[in-house]
Structures are given as C-alpha cells and as structure tokens.
C-alpha cells in the first residue's frame, strides 16, 4: 500500500475525494484557529463534539420541562431505559451480545467494580498481570485492589516490560509470564491499546493463555473501542470496561461501558456490588428487600442512568452505527499508512514512531518519540493549528480519526512539521 502514495496535497485531496467516510466530517464541530478548522488530532484524547449533540440535549432540557418526573416513561427517550438506546450499538462497535454490554457509570469505577467481581484471591492465586506503563489511573486501581486484599504490589503485580532497546511489548513475553505465573495467577488485566505507545494487543491469544492456567483475562478498551473492530464475546474474554469521551465523542467525562461474557453475567454466582439499577428490571419499583441482579451486564450498574452526561453519547453512536466499523477499520489503516509514508520522509526532526508498524498491532495512534526538542515541536505545531497531544516525557501522540480526519489533514500536518527548522 504504502509504496504507491504520494507526499503531495493535490494527491491528498484525491484519496478524500473518493473516500466514503469523508462526508462523516460533516457532523463534527471542530475547534477554530485564525478563522479556520484546525486539523485536530486528538481523538485518542477527546473526541470531537457531534452537531448533533445540542439538538438532543435540548430535546432532554424540553421534556424535563414538560414532564419533570413523568419523562421517566413521557419523555421521548424515556430516561427509566435511556441506557438501552445503546446496548445494540455497543454489540456492534465491541464484538459481544446485547446481554454482555451496558452503558454505565465511568472507566476507572467500572475497572475496580469489574475487579471487585473477578479478582477474588484465594488459595494462593492472587496475581495479577498487566503492562508495564499502563495508564496511571489503571496503575492505581490495580495497586489498590491487591491492597485491599492484604498484598504487597511488588509481590502481587506482575508488570511485562518491552525487551531491551524496544517499546513495544511481545505478546509472547506476556504468555511466557502467564504460564510462569500459573496457579498463582488470578487476572491478566491489560489496556487493550497502551496509550502511550499505541500498541493493540492480541486480546485472544491473551485470553487464551490466561484461561489456561485457571486465570480469568479483562482489558481496559479506553484506546481500543471505537478504534479497532473488536470481538470480546468470540475471543472469550471475561470483562471490559472502557470510556466514551475518546473515539466514541461522547464528551468530557462521559458515560463508560462495560462488558462481561454472557456465561459470567447469567451466573449468580458471580458477586457484584448491589445498586438498584443493576437489580431486576422488573423487580426495582417494589421497593423489596434483597438485590436480585439482573442476568446481564446491566447488573453491574448502580444508579439511574446520567441521561445529561449520556446524550451524546446518543449522538455519536447513532454515527458510529451509519459508518460501521468495518468501513472505519478500513479508512483508518489507509489513513494512519499515509501518516506514516508521510513521518518517514522528515528527518531533520529527532523523532521514532514507536506505535508498532504492522496495522494488525495498531489503531489510528501513531506516536512520537523526540530524542530531544520535543516540546519545543509541539509548541510550534500547536501555533500552527494543529492539536496534538504531549505525553511527559517526550512523545507527541497522534490521532488521524478515520470518522473526521481527512488525508488533506495528514499531508497539511506532514507539511507544517517538516517546515519546523
Ligand atoms: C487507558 C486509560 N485508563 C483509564 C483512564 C481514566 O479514565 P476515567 O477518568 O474515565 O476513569 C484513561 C483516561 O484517559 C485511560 O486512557
């Protein structure tokens, strides 16, 4: 593919001009610099806002108006089964079944309630397997769960490191720590994309190794979902938790999700923490003593569904589910090649792409390594129009979005980087 690219911006416009998912950049507001669209790469971070957001929050704002309480059965969108408007959507973009997913509550409280539900250690299996560099938020959920239960982090986390001179981590080195591990072994728990490097993970073979030696396998999709097709059901993954705010648009802190294999969440067996709106549907107006959980994923919700913090959520699925994730995978490894055909003609800058090369170990991240000058770069970009993302110490992250990024935005950020003496 990438041999037949061109470094010019009438050749960029060309491949927008025939690319099905170029109308998608439509429906985005995007944020202004010196009157015009900057070319914003940041979706792994924050996603743009649909237009379509503020007609359907006014719709919200309307029928709490016309209705106070009754709109949670009057309102258009009835807010007693808001959560539901999702569930179909979400089967699709995560690869499981509609018991097996929710939209709920948010990423780091869905990690440690999904913990509280498969890190249970006993009889000498309380370890737990993730990167090394997770995102810190993970890090401290993790660390703390282990304490919770009476460990030493250093004795009970098991961190796989990239090897010598690399970035990235083999899978192989996670299995080989997997079968080492064994029956002490209680959780693999890994961000499914690592936000810093960008590199997917093969969640299947993970998840094998991990059922394997008795252990149960869930990911963080913060960097994942939205991003790359994914198949949690038929890969036999046991949980996922994920936020919205980043490739799903669904605004700062917005709703997270969660999912759970169908034969954990038909199983009563499987302890959850009781919230009504994870009790019985058909059970909650009662009133009665004793939390009867659904048997679905539902049941790891709490409380009644953040209607205000989950409409645009609404919007952004009702686009994901036009475009399809198939029609996205397929833009976003043309797209993110281009990036890169592009990033390797500049060699004045000190920079490596440290985001794996090969598509079927990426998404639409690719990531910057500065030897030195780095911040001084993403300063001048940032002049420039474009938004990028810096992580300490020395990576800038880029995000070409399949859904509104454009080839015309990867050749003009291609052109303003290599004009940077
Ligand atoms: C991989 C990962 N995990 C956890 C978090 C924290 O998410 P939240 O603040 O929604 O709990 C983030 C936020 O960006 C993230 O990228």
């Known amino acids: 593919m990438q041999s037949s690219f061109e470094a010019t911006l009438e050749y ?18 995007f944020p202004q610099h010196d009157g015009k669209d900057v070319r914003y790469f940041c979706g792994n971070s924050l996603g743009l806002q649909p237009k379509s957001v503020s007609y359907l929050m006014q719709q919200e704002l309307e029928d709490w108006a016309r209705y106070g309480v009754e709109g949670h059965f009057q309102a258009r969108h009835p807010w007693f089964s808001y959560h539901h408007l999702f569930t179909e959507r979400l089967t699709k973009i995560v690869g499981a079944k509609p018991n097996e997913v929710v939209a709920a509550n948010t990423l780091t409280v869905n990690l440690h309630l999904l913990m509280i539900s498969f890190y249970r250690p006993q009889n000498g299996r309380y370890k737990i397997i993730m990167e090394a560099g997770a995102f810190p938020s993970d890090q401290y959920a993790v660390e703390t769960q282990v304490r ?29 720590a997997i079968n080492e ?25 993970i998840t094998d190794a991990a059922h ?3 252990a149960y396998a869930g990911y ?40 759970v294999h169908e034969h954990h969440a038909k199983n009563p067996r499987i302890f959850r923490l009781g919230g009504w709106w994870g009790n019985s549907e058909k059970e909650r107006f009662k009133m009665e003593k004793g939390f009867v959980p659904e048997k679905n994923a539902g049941s790891w919700q709490m409380s009644n569904a953040p209607v205000f913090n989950m409409v645009a959520h609404h919007a952004s699925l009702d686009i994901y589910e036009k ?3 198939a029609e996205l995978r397929k833009k976003s490894e043309k797209l993110t090649a281009y990036m890169q055909f592009l990033l390797e003609k500049i060699t004045h800058l000190p920079f490596t792409i440290i985001t794996p090369t090969e598509p079927h170990r990426r998404g639409c991240q690719l990531s910057l390594l500065f ?39 990867a050749y003009k950020f291609y052109e303003i980087l290599a004009g940077i003496e």
């Open 220 to 259: 963080d999709l913060a960097h994942a979902v939205g991003n790359l097709p994914l198949q949690l059901h038929n890969w036999n993954v046991d949980f996922a938790c994920w936020c919205s705010y980043k490739y799903l648009n669904s605004g700062p802190g917005g709703v997270g999700g969660i999912y």
């Open 371 to 409: 030897k030195d000058r780095g911040r001084e770069v993403f300063d001048k970009l940032t002049e420039n129009g474009v938004i990028a993302d810096w992580r300490e110490p020395n990576v800038i992250r880029i995000a070409p979005v399949p859904l509104y990024n454009t080839y015309e935005d």
């Open 148 to 176: 919770m239960y009476g460990y030493e982090p250093e004795d009970a986390i098991i961190e796989i490191k990239p090897r010598e001179g690399a970035y990235i981590i083999e899978e192989e080195d996670i299995i080989a």
């Open 12 to 29: 960029a416009q060309g491949l927008d001009q025939v690319d099905i998912m170029f109308p998608f950049r439509e429906r985005f507001l």
């Open 323 to 325: 475009a399809g994730m």
């Open 212 to 214: 394997r030696v008795g």
């Open 181 to 205: 591990a064994g029956q002490s072994l209680a959780l693999v728990m890994i961000g499914g994309v690592n936000y810093y490097t960008g590199q997917f993970f093969d969640l299947k073979a």
